[in-house]
């Protein structure tokens, strides 16, 4: 099983910048699905993007797509998450995971604690 570690969150201004990273602490990632979610406060998780084991395929929820970019570097075990043009409604815990494709958190198995963004206007 693997365990994963989030880092590259802080507070930034609306219409700004932030690269999430995500890099196996224990196991390596480059068989798995990797995905990341998000939960505002008073909001249920929500589903972001996914890139499949092999970077071919990727699925971004609509309010991201155009946005945020997914990638992964399985030489240094980790998995990004690009964001830009970042507004107050990306403000949330992201939590990256390891599963199975998909865009349900039932998909994955393996979950990061998460790492806060905070968006001001």
């Known amino acids: 099983q693997v365990q994963l570690v989030e880092s590259g969150g802080g507070l930034v201004q609306a219409g700004g910048s932030l690269r999430l990273s995500c890099a196996a602490s224990?196991?390596?990632?480059?068989?798995?699905?990797m995905g990341w979610f998000r939960q505002a406060p008073g909001k249920e998780r929500e589903f972001v993007a996914a890139?499949?084991?092999?970077?071919?395929?990727?699925t971004y929820a609509d309010s991201v797509k155009g946005r945020f970019t997914i990638s992964r570097d399985d030489a240094k075990n980790t998995v990004y998450l690009q964001m830009n043009s970042l507004n107050t409604e990306d403000t949330a815990v992201y939590h990256c995971?390891?599963?199975?494709?998909?865009?349900?958190?039932?998909?994955?198995?393996?979950w990061g604690q998460g790492a806060q963004v905070t968006v001001s206007s």
């Open positions: 890139m499949n084991w092999n970077g071919i395929r990727t």
């Open positions: 224990k196991g390596t990632l480059n068989s798995y699905t």
């Open positions: 995971a390891a599963g199975a494709f998909g865009v349900e958190a039932g998909s994955y198995g393996a």
